[in-house]
């Protein structure tokens, strides 16, 4: 289709939110969490907690909007890497996929024994009034590295050996493949690596799997957002220019602010087609960022 034929299509259908996929990244205790928890304001959000780090949404939403988040909690392990096999089945299914709630293993045969509880989810009927949040590829690439090594016991491994590494790779890749196909919003949360060049400048970058797996994972997403500690607040940059030593950026060009600015940021401004402005000067001249996130406590 022409581009002009899409832009007019997308005017006609009105603020449009296309499938998008979000990075949210920074340091332990950065907030990163606490500021995906507030799409649940506006949003469904099916939340994947393979981090243990669900409690923080108590503290950091309003209880008037936890009926909006449905949360999937993984146990995972080096012997049972649940975190990765039960999200890749709920982010590539076509099929219902039936979660066992104490384990967040599918089809649990424990727990159909046990009758115990089971939760049945279908990402492939989804729309953009639902964002799916995967916390954190942090924990994701531990389980897919546990999946392609061979388990002893405790404190005994084989020898991880680049066909670990090879595995890790094809399990994550396979991952991305199934969020990028999702008929509604994705987002992860990710820790942050310090990346070294040649030239001993530095650049911060998400992490996910091996090292070089890392440098090229942000490209994997329309929106990459940094969050820190600057001048005792949690600041969150979404702006490319803004933060010249990390890697950030919205495909939209959403300046996040505020909470309410974080709820636009998959809207596709029909409005301002074709009047973009993309300003290239001395990055020397470039900011340090500085906005709040919203009141937050711990991740």
């Known amino acids: 289709m022409n581009l002009n034929d899409f832009a007019a299509q997308l005017i006609s259908d009105g603020n449009l939110e296309l499938p998008q996929m979000a990075l949210f990244y920074g340091a332990p ?4 969490t606490s500021l995906v928890a507030q799409f649940a304001r506006r ?3 099916i939340w994947i907690d393979c981090d243990n780090k669900y409690n923080s949404i108590f503290t950091a939403l309003p209880q008037e909007f936890w009926g909006n988040v449905d949360l999937i909690v993984i146990k995972d392990d080096p012997q049972y890497p649940r975190a990765i096999e039960t999200s890749m089945k709920l982010l590539r299914s076509k099929n219902p996929v039936r979660v066992c709630n104490a384990h967040g293993t599918v089809d649990c045969i424990a727990c159909i024994k046990s009758k115990a509880g089971m939760s049945t989810y279908n990402f492939s ?3 953009t009034n639902t964002i799916v949040v995967l916390d954190s590829l942090t924990a994701i690439s531990a389980s897919a590295f546990a999946k392609s090594s061979n388990w002893k016991d405790d404190f005994h491994f084989e020898y991880k050996e ?5 595995k890790q790779t094809l399990w994550l890749n396979t991952l991305f493949a199934g969020a990028k196909q999702l ?3 994705f987002v ?8 070294e060049h040649e030239d001993s400048s530095s650049l911060l970058t998400p992490t996910c799997g091996t090292k070089g797996y890392s440098t090229s994972i942000a490209s994997k ?3 990459v957002l940094h969050c820190k500690i600057y001048n005792l607040k949690h600041v969150v940059n979404s702006v490319s220019t803004k933060e010249p030593n990390a890697i950030t950026g919205s495909v939209n060009r959403v300046e996040v602010k505020d909470t309410e600015s974080l709820l636009t940021l998959f809207k596709v401004k029909v409005t301002e087609l074709g009047k973009a402005n993309l300003q290239f000067g001395d990055p020397a001249n ?3 960022p500085t906005t709040p996130i919203p009141p937050t406590t711990r991740e």
Do not use: M
Request: proline residues 3%; aromatic residues 12%; charged residues 20%.
């Open 29 to 32: 205790l950065s907030g990163k």
């Open 43 to 45: 949003y469904k959000v």
């Open 125 to 127: 009927t989804l729309d």
């Open 162 to 166: 680049f066909d670990n590494y090879n």
């Open 183 to 185: 008929p509604c919003h």
């Open 188 to 195: 992860a949360i990710s820790h942050e690596a310090e990346r």
């Open 221 to 223: 997403f329309h929106h």
């Open 286 to 288: 470039a900011t340090t």
